[in-house]
């Protein structure tokens, strides 16, 4: 029960390796991080007169389909850039397996309307700080080393404190103020 295939190191096999950008694509390598919530099979058990989930597993993997990399741009950098989003797709399977333990409802019904509401809530907040964490005035794809390093140390303190969730990104209006 909890969370599979994180946290570990991606490694440029994982990845497509291409002779340029696919495009209208602006960065050298993309990875396409997946936190799999099961969607059946899932037993429904009792907490006093209410229902919740009953035990069940998250699975982070690599769609290797849609990850890439430019093979003259490979870099120790780069792949530590493209290590920030799979750590971020963990981080957020964790903090929705959490969200998922904490429901509990009066009828299958309305377990099932939280269930979605809880896979909706995580996929944006998941795809929000993906797209902030690679924003112009954060990393900028991985280019800008000084707020690499602080995305870095984010990520890694969360780790180090039981997986904690991030914080939500900023609504995307302010993103380049």
Do not use: C
């Amino acid at each position: 029960m909890g969370v599979t295939g994180w946290p570990r190191n991606v490694a440029w096999s994982e990845f497509d390796p291409r002779s340029s950008r696919p495009a209208g694509e602006t960065e050298d390598a993309q990875i396409a991080p997946i936190a799999d919530a099961p969607t059946s099979g899932i037993k429904i058990g009792r907490d006093g007169n209410k229902l919740k989930l009953g035990p069940f597993t998250i699975k982070v993997y690599v769609d290797g389909s849609q990850s890439w990399v430019v093979t003259a741009a490979k870099s120790a950098s780069l792949l530590s850039h493209e290590q920030g989003h799979y750590d971020i797709a963990g981080l957020g399977a964790w903090e929705e397996h959490r969200r998922f333990e904490a429901l509990r409802a009066d009828n299958p019904s309305k377990l099932a309307d939280m269930i979605q509401e809880v896979l909706q809530t995580s996929k944006q907040k998941t795809q929000d700080l993906q797209d902030y964490y690679d924003s112009t005035k954060q990393t900028n794809n991985g280019r800008n080393p000084t707020k690499q390093a602080e995305w870095e140390k984010k990520i890694a303190d969360a780790i180090k404190n039981n997986y904690q969730a991030l914080p939500d990104a900023p609504p995307r209006a302010q993103w380049n103020k």
